[in-house]
């Protein structure tokens, strides 16, 4: 028997069969009867530079987030949020206003997000942000 869980909980889930490596992976419990939306997935565009698909030195980069409404009620008024505390990025325009986005939908916005890359990024340097929903 699967013990009851509550709402802000974590549950272990983990996948395992025979001669594979077993995955676990911590599952937040959410309410269904509320909003909950979660990053997606995300575009680049640098036409801005060269155009070559790739966040290079120097570039201006622009990004579309996909946020999608796992939950059965819309949510409304939603601002998304971009940050890094990466030295050679500087932040242009990071937040967004969504608006509403439906219940088990997904919503995003063209190029929303901007940012710049400074000229002396090393070389395969990883950039990490983190996105925030308000």
Do not use: W
């Not at 272990?12 to 025979?18: A, D, E, G, H």
């Not at 995955?23 to 937040?28: D, G, N, S, Y």
């Not at 680049?44 to 622009?62: A, M, T, Y």
């Amino acid at each position: 028997m699967i013990p009851q869980t509550m709402i802000g909980s974590n549950v272990r889930l983990t996948i395992t069969k025979s001669n594979h490596f077993r995955h676990t992976e911590m599952i937040p419990v959410i309410s269904s009867d509320n909003p909950y939306c979660i990053y997606n997935s995300n575009r680049i565009d640098d036409n801005l530079g060269n155009g070559n698909g790739v966040i290079d030195f120097g570039e201006e980069i622009s990004t579309s987030i996909v946020i999608t409404n796992l939950g059965n009620n819309p949510t409304t008024n939603a601002t998304v949020e971009l940050v890094t505390n990466d030295p050679y990025v500087t932040m242009i325009d990071a937040t967004e206003f969504y608006g509403t986005i439906p219940a088990n939908d997904t919503m995003s916005v063209f190029n929303g997000f901007t940012f710049q890359v400074a000229g002396d990024i090393p070389d395969q340097h990883v950039i990490e942000f983190d996105c925030f929903g308000k």
